[in-house]
């Protein structure tokens, strides 16, 4: 019954290395973004896909790629993991107005 | 371009107390409104939207926010919280047809006992 899911749940790994986080919705929805919740938890938005087009890039560094195969699935591919890159990223899925979130993933980098 | 405000990034309660969470917005355009709740290690749940129509709209759990156009405001208010309301509360904002939400910086909701 998940309508947004992600995996992992939590991802701790290593500075310098590449990671995927995963997102599927089952809604239907046609767009889907990634957002980035730092410790302090503001959220902002970094991606946004409409039927498996890129439709919002936020200034994020090139480490970063998201992926969309089809518009129920949107992945982010990090390269070169830094501190900094430790937050909790959430996917999302919108049709309309409202934009229903899956329940993050939590990276840690050491 | 398009910014939050939420006025106290803190607000500590006594549960069955009533309970206001600010939020002013800037924008030149015609915006849609939202407050999100996220209880902690979780994702986040709309809680009520401001699209058009009527300025006091209604919500899940008891809340309810209010659309002040001449104030660019958009507060949170539940008239009695209980202990399970302990939670962070964002407020959002999108122009009309766009798909970008931005967020405001959110506010820490603590009920006590």
């Known amino acids: 019954d998940t309508a947004v899911s992600q995996t992992p749940k939590y991802l701790v790994t290593q500075m310098g290395n590449d990671k995927s986080i995963k997102c599927e919705q089952n809604?239907?929805?046609?767009?889907m973004y990634w957002y980035k919740q730092d410790s302090k938890k503001f959220l902002k938005i970094m991606f946004s896909?409409?039927?498996?087009?890129?439709?919002i890039n936020e200034t994020v560094p090139n480490r970063f790629s998201p992926k969309s195969p089809d518009k129920a699935h949107l992945n982010l591919h990090i390269n070169s993991l830094e501190l900094g890159d430790s937050a909790v990223y959430f996917c999302?899925?919108?049709?309309?107005?409202?934009?229903?979130f899956g329940p993050g993933t939590r990276l840690t980098v050491l | 371009a398009q910014s939050v405000t939420q006025l106290d990034s803190q607000v500590p309660v006594f549960e069955e107390a009533p309970v206001e969470l600010r939020c002013n917005y800037s924008?030149?355009?015609?915006?849609?409104l939202f407050w999100y709740v996220q209880y902690p290690n979780q994702g986040l749940q709309l809680l009520l939207k401001?699209?058009?129509?009527?300025?006091l709209v209604k919500g899940i759990n008891g809340f309810e926010a209010e659309f002040n156009k001449s104030q660019t405001s958009f507060h949170l208010r539940k008239p009695s919280v209980h202990i399970s309301d302990t939670a962070e509360y964002f407020c959002?904002?999108?122009?009309?047809?766009?798909?970008?939400?931005?967020f405001g910086k959110g506010t820490k909701l603590t009920v006590n006992p």
């Open positions: 999302a899925s919108s049709q309309a107005s409202e934009q229903f």
């Open positions: 809604l239907g929805h046609d767009t």
């Open positions: 896909y409409n039927n498996k087009e890129l439709i």
């Open positions: 924008s030149s355009v015609s915006v849609y």
């Open positions: 401001y699209l058009s129509g009527s300025t």
């Open positions: 959002a904002v999108n122009q009309g047809g766009s798909e970008k939400l931005v």
